[in-house]
């Protein structure tokens, strides 16, 4: 049924390889690549980001088949992706939360398909970049079927005690 069911159906599901992982330390950073993604249901997910002059806040728009959520003001102020959406807690072997860590969602290098019968190419971006100082919008989202890692392919650096 269209309408009510649609557009009550989550936008990105979290899907994770194992229920923990062990983070292995060289130097004095840990990369944090902890094998889970925000995974694009049966739709992409969309999200424009734009400002109508160089003057103007960017303003984000999250799209969808039943229709388009715009993002409170503030929430996004540029053009390299939707920041700080993704909390990962850090804990220690005996459950003591050591440091959280925000993420942000963007298209990054490093999508996957998760699902079969999903498109074998995507027409976002590969990467999560600031754009040029003159850029009026940007695009960044997820295929249908794909997945993104949550900690940008491990190339989000945390510093951790061992």
Known sequence: MPGVAESSRPALKLRRAAPSVVLE??????QLDIGAYLVAGDEAFEAHTTRTSYRTPVRTRILRESGGVALPDGTVSGFGGLRGIVRIDIRDTTGSLVTTVKSSLC???????????????????SGCYAYHRLSLGSVHGIQAGWGVPVSGGGRLPVLLRP
Do not use: F, I, M, N
């Open 25 to 30: 330390k060289y130097g004095k950073r840990v």
């Open 107 to 125: 298209s990054y290098e490093g999508g996957v398909r998760v699902r079969p019968g999903a498109p074998t190419l995507s027409p976002y971006p």
